[in-house]
C-alpha cells in the first residue's frame, strides 16, 4: 500500500484510537484525522474525503456511529468498516442497512484490523469499477430511441430505457418490478414484443418483424444465462422500422412501375451499368436493332456509327461525373440489317437512385 491511502478512524476512546492510528501508519496508510463524535466524523469525511472509515458504534454523541456512518456512506459513497465491542443481532441489522464493507468486534489484533481493511479497500475498487460499468451502460441504453427492457423468466421487468419510459408514460421506478404482461394489456406492446413463448427460446436469440397497431417493429428475444448456463432474464430489443417499411414498399411500386414501363413503352427506355452495357432494356429496343434475346453484353455504343459513338460517349462521360443531370441527345440507331433508326432523348445519371441505379435513357423514334 501507499501513503496516498486515507483512513479516517472515528473513537471516542483516546487510546483505542491512537492504537488504530498507530497500526494503520506502520501498514501504510495516512490518517488525515481522528473524531470522537459522530458529527465530526462527518465534518471531517467532508473535508479529507478518506478512502475508508474505521467507525466505532457507540459514540458519546448525538449521532451514534452507525448514523454517522450511514450518512457518510450515502453523501460519497465511502466505505465503512465498523470497529465496536457490541455484537446484538439488532445492532448488527441496523449496521447492515448502511451497506458497511466489514464489521471487527473489540478486542481486536493487527492481523484483523489489516486484513479487513485490506479486503475492504479490494472491494471498494471493485464497487467503483461496477458502477462506472453501470453508468456507462445506462448512458449507452438511454442513447437509443429503441425500447429495451430486461425481463425475468417470470415476465417480471428487471429494467428498461428512457424511451420505453417514456412510451408507457411512467417512470422507471414505477415500471421495474411489474409485471410485463401489464403493457401488453395496456397496448403499449404485443404478446410476441415480450417473448411470450419463452420455452422455445431459452438457448437463443431470435429476431423477427411484427406489425402493431399500424406499424412495424423488427424485434429481438436474447437470453440471458446465469454462470451455470441456466436461463435467467431475457433482454428485448424494439426497433420501430416503420419508416423503412414505407420505403421498402414505395421501392417496390416504384420497381413495378418501372418494370410495366419498360415492357409496354412503345419507344426506348434503357438502363446501362456505367460501362454502357445494357441492363434493362424496353421491349421496343429489341424490336428496333433486331436482336432478339441478343443484348447481353453489348453497348448503346456497338449499335452506333462511329461519329454518333464518340459524340455519345462525351456526353456519357459527362452524365457520370455528375449525378442527377439529364441532357438531351440524339442518335442513330442501326440494326441488325445495317438500317439506321433515328432516335432523341434524355439520358440521366440515375445510379444514385434506389430504383434505377444506373444510367437512363429515353427516346423516341423520330418519325420522317
Not at 26 to 33: A, I, N, S
Not at 74 to 95: C, K, L, N
Not at 321 to 348: H, T, W
Amino acid at each position: 500500500m501507499t501513503d496516498t491511502i486515507k483512513i479516517l478512524i472515528v473513537e471516542d476512546e483516546s487510546l483505542v484510537a491512537e492504537d488504530l492510528k498507530e497500526m494503520l501508519l506502520e501498514f501504510g496508510y495516512e490518517v488525515p484525522g481522528i473524531a470522537d463524535t459522530g458529527e465530526t466524523a462527518v465534518a471531517l469525511a467532508d473535508k479529507h474525503r478518506p478512502d475508508l472509515v474505521l467507525m466505532d458504534i457507540n459514540l458519546a454523541s448525538a449521532m451514534d456511529g452507525i448514523a454517522a456512518g450511514g450518512e457518510i456512506r450515502s453523501r460519497w459513497g465511502i466505505p465503512i468498516i465498523y470497529v465496536t465491542a457490541f455484537a446484538a443481532p439488532e445492532i448488527i441489522d441496523r449496521a447492515k442497512k448502511t451497506t458497511p464493507s466489514g464489521y471487527i468486534i473489540k478486542p481486536f489484533n493487527k492481523r484483523q484490523i489489516q486484513t479487513t481493511v485490506q479486503i475492504a479497500l479490494y472491494n471498494s475498487v471493485l464497487e467503483q469499477q461496477l458502477k462506472e460499468h453501470d453508468a456507462t451502460i445506462s448512458t449507452l441504453i438511454n442513447a437509443t430511441s429503441n425500447l429495451l427492457i430486461l425481463i425475468d423468466t417470470k415476465g417480471t421487468i428487471r429494467a428498461v430505457n428512457n424511451a420505453l419510459v417514456k412510451k408507457a408514460k411512467k417512470t422507471a421506478g414505477q415500471l421495474v418490478g411489474t409485471s410485463i404482461y401489464d403493457l401488453v394489456s395496456s397496448g403499449i406492446l404485443s404478446p410476441k414484443m415480450v417473448g411470450f413463448n419463452q420455452k422455445e427460446i431459452q438457448t437463443h436469440s431470435i429476431q423477427f418483424e411484427e406489425e402493431f397497431r399500424g406499424s412495424w417493429f423488427d424485434i429481438g428475444v436474447h437470453p440471458i444465462p446465469d454462470p451455470f448456463g441456466k436461463v435467467v432474464k431475457y433482454a428485448v430489443h424494439i426497433h420501430d422500422i416503420t419508416s423503412r417499411k414505407k420505403i421498402e414498399e414505395q421501392l417496390l411500386s416504384n420497381e413495378e412501375f418501372f418494370r410495366t414501363l419498360l415492357e409496354d413503352t412503345a419507344d426506348i427506355i434503357v438502363i446501362m451499368n456505367k460501362d454502357g452495357t445494357f441492363r434493362q432494356e424496353s421491349p421496343s429496343l429489341n424490336h428496333i436493332v433486331g436482336y432478339q434475346g441478343q443484348m447481353k453484353g453489348k453497348t448503346l455504343f456497338d449499335l452506333l456509327q462511329k461519329d454518333d459513338a464518340d459524340t455519345s460517349r462525351q456526353i456519357f462521360n459527362i452524365i457520370l461525373q455528375n449525378p442527377y443531370m439529364v441532357k438531351p441527345f440524339r442518335i442513330i440507331l442501326r440494326n441488325k440489317m445495317g438500317k439506321p433508326v433515328a432516335v432523341k432523348g434524355i439520358i440521366s445519371n440515375l445510379s444514385d437512385n434506389p430504383v434505377i441505379e444506373g444510367i437512363a435513357l429515353c427516346g423516341w423514334i423520330v418519325k420522317k
